[in-house]
């Protein structure tokens, strides 16, 4: 991808003071060659793992890039994209007349990569996430997606069960999962215990450790879709 802009992330930009903001929410610091490339209308950001979301610049004398809906840019770059300050964002125009930027993320001191950086993969969990999204809600039931609670954010949430959507059900991102769902389960509020379960593509690695998983109550669901 051609490079327009590099915002170099900072601890402030993750961690945002002053009034009580919601812990999703992120901005960019601007300078002025920035804001005379971006402009002061709104644009539409769409993201190296198929995010789409409404933003602008902000501010007068320091200026900030921020998402329209406060935690949109924060959901991607927090929880999608797992941010550390000194990673990157790079911007560059896909169609400047419409005013569409991309947005690629770029890590730069995850040596080696993990799987869950690369954005195919992190597009495969959005694309779950959202066809199992629809699948329960054609269901009629009552399901939430992307619920933040105090130790995390919840892929899915039902009246009945949490659901942590992985993009492929490798030995370390079920080991993951299996983590984040039992300590979802004891914060997630819901007045009975809920059904803790998996959901990713196969793998090699899977079949061993599905019935593991299951002595410990999370039940696995291989997505072939």
């Known amino acids: 991808m051609q490079i327009g802009l590099i915002f170099v992330l900072t601890e402030n930009n993750l961690r945002e003071g002053g009034r009580q903001r919601d812990p999703l929410e992120a901005y960019l610091n601007v300078d002025q060659a920035k804001a005379a490339y971006l402009g002061d209308d709104e644009l539409l950001c769409h993201t190296d793992d198929g995010e789409v ?3 602008r610049i902000s501010g007068t004398h320091f200026k900030n890039f ?5 935690t949109d840019l924060g959901r991607w770059i927090k929880f999608r994209c797992r941010a550390l300050p000194g990673d990157e964002i790079h911007a560059v125009w896909e169609n400047e007349q419409d005013r569409v930027l991309s947005l690629q993320y ?3 001191y ?3 990569e993990k799987e869950h950086d690369s954005p195919e993969t992190r597009r495969l969990e959005r694309e ?3 066809a199992l ?3 329960l809600t054609l269901a009629g039931i009552a399901a939430r997606r992307q619920v933040r609670i105090g130790c995390g954010v919840i892929d899915i949430l039902t009246p009945e069960a949490i659901y942590e959507v992985k ?3 490798s030995r370390d991102a079920m080991l993951h999962g299996l983590g984040q769902l039992t300590i979802y389960a004891t914060e997630a509020g819901a007045p009975q215990p809920l059904r803790l379960i998996l959901v990713g593509r196969e793998t090699r690695e899977a079949a061993v450790l599905i019935p593991v998983l299951a002595k410990v109550g999370v039940e696995v669901r291989l997505w072939s879709n």
């Open 133 to 135: 999204f629809a699948e």
């Open 167 to 169: 993009a492929l059900l």
């Open 106 to 108: 770029v890590r730069k």
């Open 110 to 112: 995850a040596l080696p």
């Open 66 to 70: 921020r998402s329209y809906h406060a």
């Open 128 to 130: 779950i996430e959202e």
């Open 53 to 55: 979301f409404v933003a």
